[in-house]
């Protein structure tokens, strides 16, 4: 069984950074996407970032993009975000999610989500 869990967000003033980490387990050698996505209460959720272990490509959100990084730790099963530059429009629960079902990603977004945790709260004050 696919778990994640999402951790290191914080209060953080404009202009700082954070890095998430989402502790993955149960992952096989089986091709999948993986990344993260944030939500705030009465929007749509809202892909971050995203990687396709088929084709190796990671994607951005262009609010996130050059702010971001995301990145990955094989022999620790973690991905992390490393948010610079924070702005307060960053402010969101923030999820790691991952997807067997179709191992691409839509853009910054994973075309399917069939596994996801718990999120971690980032607030950026103005």
């Known amino acids: 069984e696919v778990q994640l869990q999402a951790s290191g967000g914080g209060l953080v003033q404009a202009g700082g950074s954070l890095r998430l980490s989402c502790v993955t387990s149960?992952?096989?050698?089986?091709?999948?996407?993986i990344g993260w996505f944030r939500r705030v209460p009465g929007k749509e959720r809202e892909g971050v970032s995203c990687f396709s272990s088929e084709d190796g490509s990671t994607n951005y959100a262009d609010s996130v993009k050059g702010r971001f990084t995301f990145s990955r730790d094989n022999a620790e099963k973690t991905i992390y975000l490393q948010m610079n530059s924070l702005k307060p429009e960053d402010t969101a629960v923030y999820y790691c999610?991952?997807?067997?079902?179709?191992?691409?990603?839509?853009?910054?977004?994973?075309?399917?989500?069939?596994?996801w945790g718990k999120g971690t709260q980032v607030t950026v004050s103005s």
């Open positions: 999610g991952a997807s067997y079902n179709y191992a691409y990603c839509s853009g910054p977004s994973l075309y399917g989500m069939e596994y």
């Open positions: 149960g992952f096989s050698s089986r091709g999948h996407a």
